[in-house]
């Protein structure tokens, strides 16, 4: 997907610069992850998938801590709720 219109691609070639393009989001096969992500009611394909991923960056944390992981839930409610 890129995030230039046509002109705006032709001002950028005639500087001599190529053009960004978006690259969608990298999900790593991580089976925490993929709960997580299920958990607030998302998938692979979600659109606001980049601002979920940030989200839940800092969650790797929870393997092994169960006091964090029940501790994480209202926030994951949050999440699932605002879509």
Not at 27 to 35: E, G, I, Q, T
Request: no cysteine; net charge positive.
């Amino acid at each position: 997907m890129t995030m230039w219109d046509p002109f705006q691609r032709e001002i950028l070639a005639a500087l001599g610069l190529e053009p960004l393009v978006q690259a969608p989001p990298v999900v790593p096969d991580d089976p925490l992850l993929h709960a997580l992500l299920r958990a607030v009611g998302r998938d692979r394909d979600s659109a606001d998938l980049a601002q979920v991923l940030r989200m839940l960056q800092e969650w790797a944390q929870l393997r092994g801590d169960v006091a964090a992981k029940r501790a994480s839930w209202p926030r994951l409610r949050t999440l699932r709720s605002h879509p």
